[in-house]
């Protein structure tokens, strides 16, 4: 298979237990090239479980895991993913939106070395590109929900992502943040990012989705393309299933972002 129609992300037969209790069951899940996928399922489904172990943040029992071709357990380029953890995740709420956007940039950059010309122009440019500029030197905490999303993005952007993994990133912000946070996701997506969203709701970004996969207790119950009508996870009735989807804290830096598996 050549470079361009290898799978940005797949797992096959994927299984991980957390205390004991065996999570996820059997998973086989793709994510290609410029395709935006919604993982969607109810609370405690399996879904933050299912990316976390994808992106080794959490180890598998079991099965196989890709990205961009490579095995897991191999992968270094951590910068072409973008992980955006739910935004009550952060830790770091009195850094400010630069110094949090920066620590984008530390999967190029050595161990202590500053910040050089390319990285402060990255940076600059990611703040301009969630809306951000004007804020950059505002502490996390004192933005509103939306804005504190927009700062996470901006964070997994100044990466240069070529695939964008996203945790819920609509929830807990109002429906003016919404639509203007998925007329972002739809520039990334006409950019050509690679997307993987996990959501509870499909809200605004039904339109701009082009497959999901549905998660229950932990197994895999359809992956196709969306009904007309859908409109959230629990709500969502798919066709019968097919064949077989800062300084950091140490886990904003490989990926950028991560919080305890649930």
Wanted: aromatic content about 4%; hydrophobic content about 40%.
């Amino acid at each position: 298979m050549n470079a361009e129609a290898e799978p940005v992300l797949a797992c096959r037969g994927l299984c991980a237990s957390l205390g004991g209790h065996q999570i996820l069951v059997d998973i086989d899940a793709q994510v290609h090239r410029a395709e935006t996928v919604a993982l969607l399922g109810a609370n405690g489904s399996g879904k933050s479980t299912l990316v976390r172990a994808l992106l080794g943040l959490i180890p598998a029992s079991a099965g196989s895991i890709r990205l961009f071709g490579e095995p897991l357990t191999r992968f270094r380029q951590w910068q072409r993913i973008g992980y955006v953890p739910q935004r009550g995740e952060s830790s770091v709420a009195n850094a400010t939106v630069r110094e949090i956007v920066a620590t984008g940039r530390l999967a190029h950059r050595r161990t202590f070395r500053p910040l050089g010309a390319v990285d402060r122009a990255v940076i600059d440019e990611s703040l301009e590109r969630v809306g951000l500029s004007g804020r950059a030197g505002d502490p996390l905490g004192i933005l509103s929900g939306g804005q504190q999303q927009r700062c996470l993005i901006a964070r997994a952007l100044a990466s240069q992502a070529e695939l964008l993994v996203m945790d819920e990133p609509l929830a807990a912000v109002d429906l003016t943040a919404q639509e203007s946070l998925t007329e972002l996701f739809g520039a990334l997506k006409a950019d050509g990012l690679s997307i993987l969203v996990i959501l509870h709701e499909l809200g605004p970004m039904a339109g701009l989705i082009d497959r999901s996969i549905m998660i229950r207790a932990g197994h895999k119950i359809y992956d196709g393309p969306l009904e007309p009508g859908s409109g959230t996870g629990g709500d969502h009735h798919p066709a019968p299933e097919r064949p077989s989807a800062f300084l950091p804290d140490p886990g904003l830096v490989r990926p950028i972002g991560a919080g305890e598996a649930r």
